[in-house]
């Protein structure tokens, strides 16, 4: 625990590390095994929980000053067994037609559920978060926020997962349909509880899942510079966006 305080990273992190290292020790977790051993002892743990331990275990070893250049190359291997395992599940996974998806939210317009229709459009246009959706109306005050500008209504993102990395994120909405759900919610979001448990019955599918449908459907466009779009404005690296949201599953590169 004494190395895991002495990293220079985030708090976070630490907070991350320090909840796997309790994991390993809970489970019996031999520090004097060799690498091979150490990686048949991680093996009872699904593909992702396995190379986050492994992370952890390299950390530590790292800092001790031992030897890791074999613990790198199991890492390697960790990495590829996670990667399919991602494949696996997208290729298992079902989800809404883009044009389903699309009429859904119409319906939701027409029958006044203007919230609803809102929560939805940000998540199909801009591939957003949960968080990213804790937003205010009618003013500037919030970290994220909806206001009514000459050219449209304005989304201002100051506060998701990426910020960090990402910045400031701003879109300008110019749709007829949804400036008339904008004028008719007086309110934004108020709550302090989970955004999970906010968003259930209001998104047609979880924004994970939207995503998902939308990469999908540019992919088997052909519509690169559309997925490049999406990945920034969602703000995450087409790397990521490949692995993990490419329900196709199909091996390529688009450079960042």
Same mark, same amino acid.
């Given at each position: 625990m004494e190395i895991i305080k002495r990293l220079d990273v985030k708090p976070q992190t630490k907070l991350g590390y320090t909840y796997l290292l309790k994991n390993l020790e809970r489970n019996g977790f031999d520090w004097s095994a060799t690498p091979r051993q150490m990686q048949e002892f991680l093996n009872a743990y699904e593909p992702q929980k396995r190379l986050d331990l492994w992370n952890v275990i390299l950390v530590i070893k790292r800092e001790n000053g031992d030897d890791i250049r074999e613990m790198k190359d199991i890492r390697a291997e960790m990495q590829g067994?996670?990667?399919?395992?991602?494949?696996?599940?997208?290729?298992?996974?079902?989800?809404?037609?883009?044009?389903?998806?699309?009429?859904? &939210?119409?319906?939701?317009h027409t029958e006044g559920k203007y919230m609803? @229709?809102?929560?939805?459009?940000?998540?199909?246009?801009?591939?957003?978060?949960? !968080?990213?959706?804790?937003?205010?109306?009618?003013?500037? !005050?919030?970290?994220?926020?909806?206001v009514d500008t000459k050219k449209g209504i304005e989304y201002v993102r100051r506060k998701y997962k990426t910020i960090g990395s990402y910045g400031v994120k701003k879109h300008l909405i110019t749709n007829g349909f949804f400036r008339i759900a904008y004028n008719n919610i007086p309110d934004g979001i108020n709550t302090y509880g989970t955004m999970s448990n906010y968003l259930k019955g209001?998104?047609? &599918?979880? *924004?994970?899942?939207?995503?998902? &449908?939308?990469?999908?459907?540019? %992919? *088997?466009?052909?519509?690169? !510079?559309?997925?490049? *779009?999406?990945?920034?404005?969602?703000?995450?690296?087409?790397?990521?966006?490949?692995?993990? @949201?490419?329900?196709?599953?199909?091996?390529?590169?688009?450079? %960042?």
């Open positions: 067994d996670n990667r399919d395992a991602i494949h696996h599940k997208l290729t298992d996974l079902t989800i809404m037609s883009n044009a389903d998806f699309k009429t859904k &939210m119409l319906n939701l609803s @229709y809102i929560l939805n459009y940000l998540c199909y246009h801009y591939g957003v978060r949960n !968080e990213d959706l804790r937003i205010c109306f009618n003013g500037t !005050e919030g970290d994220n926020y909806l209001k998104l047609i &599918m979880n *924004e994970g899942k939207i995503f998902k &449908m939308r990469i999908k459907y540019l %992919e *088997e466009l052909g519509d690169t !510079e559309k997925i490049q *779009e999406l990945a920034c404005s969602r703000g995450t690296s087409i790397s990521t966006v490949l692995s993990n @949201y490419n329900v196709n599953c199909k091996k390529y590169i688009i450079h %960042e």
